[in-house]
């Protein structure tokens, strides 16, 4: 059982847009810490895409964006694309724990 | 470029110690602001924090796991090592360290890049 909860798996057509769900509790997100996301393609390692809750990483298209409300995160990917299909991971940093969280990861199924 | 690469041993019998090295390169542990983490995923699952060291020897763990885990590092080797007991068949997974990076304001920055990761599988 992670932290933070996300949807085990979301899927979208080429062209489409897509979004991903985050959510957290007072000790994480709603503490007021930041959410980062990582993409991990099959057989890969985990690679940050998103910082600070919307800064997108060095190389990141301009597709894939963040953003954070309260207790929850989102990242929001358009002009769905092959290449995208991937797992997401959320993290943030937890008071209870101090130290960071994970969420439990969605499947992105491009159609 | 920062890079990272993990090394260690890719069978471990239960309720023996694992060492695992994260061999990096790229930055120094020495710098101001500067982590590097562990994080494990066990196989279709999802990634699990484990310990992280920093700059200024402050070290952190998960606490669901801190008493098997130790944590250190050698600023000399550019290495930081990480030592956890007593494995267990359910602690096999992939194992990675990670490069973190503090602002002024908070160390809670994400991890990047990530090295590319470690199979370690428990089984007599």
């Known amino acids: 059982q992670s932290v933070l909860t996300q949807p085990p798996s979301v899927s979208g057509a080429p062209g489409q847009r897509v979004t991903i769900s985050c959510t957290g509790s007072t000790s994480n997100i709603g503490a007021n810490y930041d959410v980062h996301w990582y993409q991990q393609l099959p057989g890969t390692a985990p690679k940050l895409l998103i910082y600070g809750n919307s800064i997108r990483a060095s190389g990141v298209p301009d597709r894939f964006s963040g953003s954070k409300s309260v207790t929850s995160a989102s990242l929001a990917i358009t002009g769905l694309q092959a290449e995208d299909e991937a797992e997401y991971y959320c993290q943030s940093y937890d008071t209870s724990l101090s130290g960071p969280v994970f969420g439990g990861g969605t499947k992105l199924t491009v159609l | 470029q920062i890079t990272l690469k993990e090394s260690g041993p890719t069978l471990v019998k239960p309720t023996q110690t694992l060492t695992l090295t994260c061999t990096f390169s790229g930055f120094s542990l020495t710098t101001t602001g500067v982590g590097v983490g562990w994080i494990r995923q066990p196989p279709g699952k999802a990634l699990e924090w484990l310990a992280l060291?920093?700059?200024?020897?402050?070290?952190r763990y998960n606490p669901s796991l801190k008493s098997r885990l130790t944590i250190t590092k050698d600023t000399s080797k550019n290495q930081v090592v990480l030592t956890m007991t007593n494995m267990d068949p359910m602690d096999t997974a992939t194992y990675y360290c990670a490069h973190s990076q503090c602002s002024s304001s908070s160390c809670n920055r994400g991890f990047d890049p990530w090295g590319q990761g470690t199979l370690v599988t428990v089984s007599s």
């Open positions: 060291i920093y700059w200024d020897d402050d070290k």
